[in-house]
């Protein structure tokens, strides 16, 4: 990209821009920061439009670069590119306007609520409890902000403590660490490679769980123990979640 001429980068960022510049395909990514793949049918649905409406929208996705696809029988499943697509939409959406949208339902208000104090972002952990782990990491030493966020050799040690897998240095393009705005909590939360590997720990560890068929996740007793007793996270972070069953963004 830094070797192009600056016509074609203004013409590639007019035409990215251009994709994410219509209701149905922003839900749609929004949808996918969940990390999984969904058919169109499913994302149809969620979008609420038509199937030949959400399948001319996911041409564009595919073809712009935003979302890949592949074919299971009848089944066409997608997802987002990759993990710097998921920082990309999760850092503009953290960037909107603060201008909460009434809440006209129960159910809603409860969707939301789960969303904000914990869920995945593509594949690894948000909302208050990717950003209270974030902090605790850097208050115990784990994470040094001073010249940019890395891992410490506490904080590796700390992780292969737990067990967690972490990528060998070095082994690919992925940053070790990264930081990603929260669009809940407006601060970061831990992405990177040593993120997902937390966030795959604390599925296959029963930490957490998703609630529902939606991106947000809850604590269990495991977990709420397991962090308190790792990180001293506070009760506002550790606390019960409310149950939101219906799969949301």
């Given at each position: 990209m830094g070797n192009r001429h600056p016509h074609e980068q203004s013409a590639g960022l007019a035409a990215l821009a251009g994709l994410l510049a219509d209701r149905t395909r922003a839900t749609i990514c929004l949808a996918l920061l969940d990390g999984r793949a969904w058919t169109a049918t499913e994302l149809a649905r969620h979008?609420?439009?038509a199937a030949s409406t959400a399948t001319g929208h996911l041409n564009l996705l595919v073809d712009g670069g935003l979302l890949t696809q592949e074919r299971q029988g009848r089944h066409r499943?997608?997802?987002l590119a990759g993990p710097g697509t998921a920082e990309l939409i999760e850092l503009l959406t953290a960037n909107l306007p603060h201008r909460p949208e009434p809440v006209s339902s129960l159910s809603m208000a409860r969707q939301r609520g789960?969303?904000?104090?914990g869920?995945?972002?593509?594949?690894?952990?948000?909302?208050?409890?990717g950003v209270g782990i974030a902090d605790a990491m850097t208050a115990r030493g784990h994470l040094d902000w001073a010249r940019g966020l890395t891992l410490t050799e506490p904080g590796t040690a700390w992780l292969r403590g737990l067990g967690?897998?972490?990528?060998p240095s070095g082994s690919g393009r992925r940053p070790?660490?990264?930081?990603?705005?929260d669009w809940t909590?407006?601060?970061?939360?831990?992405?990177?490679?040593?993120?997902?590997a937390l966030c795959r720990y604390a599925f296959d560890?029963?930490?957490i769980t998703r609630i529902g068929t939606s991106r947000a996740v809850a604590l269990t007793g495991l977990g709420r123990d397991a962090l308190r007793e790792q990180l001293d996270l506070p009760d506002e972070v550790v606390e019960r979640q409310p149950d939101a069953s219906t799969r949301g963004g």
């Open positions: 979008a609420q439009v499943y997608v997802r789960a969303l904000a104090q869920r995945t972002c593509y594949d690894h952990l948000a909302g208050k409890l967690v897998a972490l990528p070790v660490v990264r930081s990603c705005l909590e407006r601060r970061p939360h831990l992405a990177g490679a040593v993120g997902a560890a029963g930490w």
